[in-house]
């Protein structure tokens, strides 16, 4: 609005005219001459949806994501099933007190029951022509300290150790 008396260019809330307190009838502000008309704001159209066959389309994995995946699996899964003593973190597999205790002629059950680990099968050796299987088995504590053992037809024929206490 323009004050009609001092040409101020007024607010729309304005009701006087602040330079001059003129209480004339305000007059609207014409538009600059050179400022186009403004057209009416056409409404947008919503966003176009996805192709039905687009959004059921399932995320292909990579090869190296693959590989990713099978390299972390394998990282952890020492840690997931390491053995311990219970209420001692990294505790030992086998004693020299259970060493003892394994006797020839015990079964791989009975030496497993004994120690309370089901070991490592390091070997194994199929002799069908001579009815022979011979297992070798192998017990190992975190220190490096362990027993080795060698089963002929699930019957224990030979252990050692090393490092147990």
Known sequence: ?????????????DSECPRCHGNGMAQPTPPPASAPRSQPRQPTPPPAQPP???????????????IGL????????????????PGELGGNIITLSEYSQVQ???????V??????????????????????ITMYSWQNPDGSNMQTQFSNDKLTTKAQAGLH
């Open 1 to 13: 609005m323009v004050c009609p008396k001092c040409n101020y260019v007024m607010s729309d809330f």
């Open 104 to 110: 020839n002629g015990m079964s791989y059950s009975q």
């Open 70 to 85: 099978l390299i972390l699996i394998f990282a952890v899964m020492p840690f997931m099933c390491a053995r311990s003593v």
């Open 112 to 133: 497993a029951a004994i120690i309370g680990d089901p070991g490592q099968e390091t070997g194994r050796t199929d002799a069908p022509e001579l009815n022979l299987t």
């Open 52 to 66: 039905a066959s687009a959004a059921q389309q399932t995320p292909q994995m990579t090869i190296g994501g693959v």
